[in-house]
């Protein structure tokens, strides 16, 4: 759920230029475009699994770059294992849904840093999801708050010493969705809120996530474009832990198109997307005699599978799960 190439190579550089203690103000726990290839639909009543893996390949963007040049390469791996329990509830008008969802994570950097970790990452939980179907028009609405709680590996003063994060966020989320004639046109917008870090106090700046999905059904085939946004859009909040030494970047943009190409085997449906990201951005650092502020800017690789685990009857799974997270 999390791109750690934002974290490593921030977090390693400012530690490199100021000899602080690293990792603080990272920019948000979810991977960006997590939610491509989702819907704002809910199956049937019963328990499903979703399994996701990704790879991302990039390079260090922004003001620091100057200094250290565009080519130290950062390289992230995670898998995912998520349930969805639909119990059948109806609350408001709409289908009550929970989500839990397991990561791991491993991440790289090239030469000159030459640093590398891996860690179980932080818990999300979805305690509430409401996917409202609107007059039967084809048009879904879906709204939720998820949870990242800090079960994930900390080691380190700060408790960064394993990449994780220490500290809980606040995720509100809002799908809306078009679902008529095998068509998936989605927008799904979430709001990333990192409460103050436990070890340090130090808060990293809220996160908006926006991907995008305009995908068409063809037999058992699904094709169609995607892509994300992801930014940085409040300031961090530093403390006297620090005594005034550069922290991260205060605000970051990153624009990414792709495509994705799914198949349906019935009881089980597969999806793969790729992303570029074609425009990265990163300013204003909180102290220091220059911006040290860093985003990364590559490629996103993606793979999920889908599949049934329980349901309260025997009917079969439907033909186009509507479930991804």
């Known amino acids: 759920m999390r791109s750690l190439g934002t974290i490593v190579s921030i977090a390693t550089l400012v530690a490199a230029w100021t000899q602080a203690h690293a ?3 990272a920019n948000g726990q979810m991977k960006p475009g ?25 390079n260090v963007t922004g003001p620091v770059t100057s200094l250290v040049g565009n080519d130290v390469g950062v390289q992230t791996a995670s898998g995912v294992q998520g349930f969805l329990y639909v119990p059948g509830w109806t609350l408001l008008g709409a289908t009550y849904d ?24 932080n818990l999300y939980i979805v305690p509430i999801e409401l996917s409202w179907n609107l007059a039967n028009t084809g048009f ?7 949870l990242f709680a800090p079960t994930g590996t900390e080691t380190g003063p ?14 509100p989320e809002f799908f809306l969705s078009y679902l008529k004639d095998g068509w998936n046109l989605t927008a ?20 908006l996530h926006a991907d995008f999905t305009a995908t068409k059904r063809i037999g058992k085939w699904t094709l169609g474009p995607v892509g994300y946004y992801v930014g940085q859009v409040t300031s961090d909040k ?13 605000k970051t943009d990153v624009w990414a198109i792709g495509g994705l190409i799914g198949y349906d085997f019935g009881t089980v449906s597969v999806s ?8 990265a951005k990163a300013s204003g650092a909180l102290a220091g005699p220059f911006d040290v502020s860093s985003v990364t800017k590559g490629f996103t690789l993606m793979g999920q599978m889908n599949y049934r685990i329980w349901a309260p009857d025997e009917q079969a799974p439907p033909k186009r799960p509507q479930f991804y997270k």
């Open 23 to 25: 990792y603080e103000g």
């Open 34 to 58: 997590s939610f491509i290839g989702a819907s704002a639909g809910a199956p049937p009543p019963g328990l499903y699994g979703f399994t996701k893996a990704y790879t991302y390949q990039s």
């Open 98 to 121: 929970a989500v839990l969802a397991l990561p791991a994570q491993m991440a790289s950097v090239g030469s000159p840093l030459n640093k590398q970790a891996s860690a179980a990452s």
């Open 140 to 146: 879904f609405a879906k709204a939720g708050v998820g």
């Open 158 to 171: 700060n408790g960064w010493g394993s990449l994780v994060p220490p500290y809980w966020s606040i995720q």
């Open 188 to 207: 799904a917008f979430a709001y990333e809120m990192p409460m103050a870090n436990s070890f340090t106090g130090y808060r990293s700046g809220d996160v």
């Open 238 to 250: 530093t403390t006297s832990y620090y005594k005034g030494l550069v922290q991260n970047a205060n």
């Open 272 to 279: 793969l997307w790729g992303a570029q990201e074609v425009y």
